[in-house]
């Protein structure tokens, strides 16, 4: 008895000098917490990023928007070429690939439904049809009988800076304006 008595003092007293020992306790610290403060400073980077490159695309997706809104001369497929450059430049998202469609829609009040005027695109993403509209309608704004607005959507590769959880992803926009100083934008093929 009085042997494990004299055991457990001296591995008291053992384990009261290993806490109270100061010498590297710094440099140990510094091993130990590095990793985890430096992956808290990659994730918060990457996420904060993440969010940032969306903002940024859905503003550019507005400044194309606008932009083809105030045009009172016809859409041709150079400035559509040249809208999509614009949009990689403002985004900067051009990296990987990067998307653009315009569509031109028409309400017809008596139907109740979008119709599409025109719908064209850049990069892989495909034209919208009169039928693929009706996905839209709780996201498109009430308009009167053959009032038009301009649909302007992008899709854009996204690759996270460093591998914390966040997937590489499509950032995508959604832009809608009625047209400005015109009734309708007009497509010109052949300009």
């Keep these: ?7 457990k003092h001296l591995i008291l007293d053992k384990l009261r000098c290993f806490v109270s020992e100061t010498k ?3 440099s140990v610290e510094a091993a130990i917490i590095f990793p985890a403060v430096f992956w808290a400073y990659a994730a918060m980077f990457t996420y904060f990023e993440a969010f940032r490159a969306q903002a940024v695309a859905e503003k550019s997706a507005y400044a194309i928007s606008d932009m083809i809104s105030r045009e009172t001369q016809p859409i041709t497929p150079t400035y559509m070429t040249n809208a999509r450059n614009i949009y990689k430049d403002l985004s900067g998202l051009s990296p990987g690939e990067t998307a653009l ?4 829609l028409r309400w017809d009040g008596s139907n109740n439904v979008f119709k599409v005027d025109w719908s064209k695109r850049r990069g892989d993403i495909p034209r ?12 498109l704004p009430t308009l009167i009988n053959n009032e038009r607005i301009i649909l302007v959507e992008t899709a854009s590769d996204y ?13 995508e926009t959604f832009v809608f304006t009625r047209p400005r100083y015109a009734p309708q934008i007009v497509w010109d093929q052949d300009g």
């Excluded at 008895?1 to 055991?7: D, E, F, I």
């Excluded at 469609?101 to 031109?104: E, G, K, N, S």
């Design 1 to 7: 008895m009085k042997n494990s008595v004299l055991t």
């Design 24 to 26: 590297a306790t710094a």
């Design 101 to 104: 469609r315009v569509t031109l």
């Design 128 to 139: 919208l049809r009169t039928r693929d509209v009706t996905e839209y309608n709780t996201m």
């Design 159 to 171: 690759d996270p800076a460093f591998s914390v959880g966040l997937e590489p992803r499509v950032i």
